[in-house]
């Protein structure tokens, strides 16, 4: 592949004005799909089903068939466009998008086009620094999901020199809800940065709804970022690229950057932007080319025959709004006064994508304090080494419990990590697993004093030293009894009984 030149990032920025827009996809976690009876996926209880198991005559297109709108769907749909600021259409409808879909057998997509479930909304989001900016949202419209390919052979796992390619259709007709900003003018070399925290936005706003289990690891939320660039001064928006399916939060940051560098470049040299979708590479931190950008008209949008239109009553809506959660960024200004938290502190929870983990854990009461340094220290980095995602690992029940144990002086910090690996590998609670390893603190102090005897026995210059006002000489027997009682001592206890000792023997 030939070398993709970048222009520098402030220079970009002094030549072009960068234009996003942002296409969310979020699958709802009801019980079955859009419009079939099958089991969801994308609901915990069906995650990880085998292929080709959460299957209907619907989701597989077979002749008779006939979709049924999911109640559920809609009303999580609505909930998610009045969290958006969105108006609700009073009336809306289904259509069909054409082309052909190797994982959606029908060979169309049922979505929404001319009238959305919900339109004309605006989100708050708050950058690192505590900045704001408002996005404009477009529309929010239900569809679903298409089905999963694995390509086979290659070197890249994509269709590009595959030796064949395996469907599963668990995925076929899971109920999305796609989010389309307006264009977002005004980011300038914030863009990437606005990229990145909107997307977190969203996936807080539908888990504090409860209607998606919105993990971009499992592809629950989805990010295609469109980005543009139009020479300073003029008023013409640039040709776009849409970079499909960007699953992580950096990523999307990164891919938002790199489209600005190589566009810029492109630009620079008088050469023109191809409109497109591109492929993001999370390896070398790239993109590449896809495939030409259809335009509304080449998806022969028609509306769907076999659906009525979708009418929900005002008094339903009205209902829902008012069970709206708190928004994302007065929850989390709320959340770092309550705890407490500096800048940084509470940066680091944000960033590391915790808060409704470290709230959680905050509620089973744990101290805010001790649910951070638990969820942001041992828990991010145990995750980090399995290449997987902290909130996976415990339940804020069983950091709390943790905590708890901790704080009641059961376990001391290098205990508890062996308790929370234990968590982690599934052995069970905090307290069955100090239980059944036998992990507790020994609190006896006469088991403790037998051992700093035995370790002053073999130095037996340590009481002189300390009497002496060498006070740091107890180091040396403190980590004797340590080792003596495998850890499971009380640091700051033998160290007093120690001194006890010390003023004891003048």
Known sequence: MARVELMDYEQALELFEPVIGLEVHVELNTETKMFSPAPNPANEKYHGAAPNTLVSPVCLGLPGSLPVVNGEAVEKSISLGLALGCSIAESSRFARKNYFYPDLAKNYQI?????????????????????????????????????????????????????????????????????????????????????????????????SLGISEARMERGNLRCDANVSLRPRGAEQLGTRTETKNVNSFRSIERAVRYEIQRQAAILAKGGAITQETRHWHEDTGTTSPGRPKSDADDYRYFPEPDLVPVVPSPERVAELRDALPEP??????????????????????????????VAATVAAGASPAAARKWWTGELTRLANASETDAASLASPEHVAELAALVEAGTLTDRLARQVLEGVVAGEGSPQQIVDARGLAVVSDDGALIAAIDEALAAQPDVLAKIRDGKVQAAGAVIGAVMKAMQGKADAARVRELVLERAAAAE
Request: charged share 30%; glycine share 10%.
């Open 111 to 207: 979505s929404q086009y001319d009238e959305p479930i919900a339109f004309d909304g605006e989100v708050e989001v708050e950058l690192a620094d505590g900045r704001t900016f408002q996005v404009p949202i477009e529309r929010a419209h239900m569809e679903e999901d298409a089905g999963k390919l694995t390509h086979v052979g290659g070197a890249t796992g994509r269709i590009q020199g595959a030796e064949y390619s395996l469907v599963d259709y668990n995925r076929a007709g899971v109920p999305l809800v796609e989010i389309v900003t307006r264009p977002i003018f005004g980011a300038e070399g914030d863009a990437p940065e606005l990229a990145k925290a909107y997307v977190s936005t969203i996936r807080d706003i539908a888990i």
């Open 328 to 357: 994302p960024a007065a929850r989390r200004r709320r959340l770092k006064a309550e705890w407490s938290f500096t800048d940084l502190e509470f940066q680091d929870v944000v960033n590391g994508g915790l808060l409704n983990e």
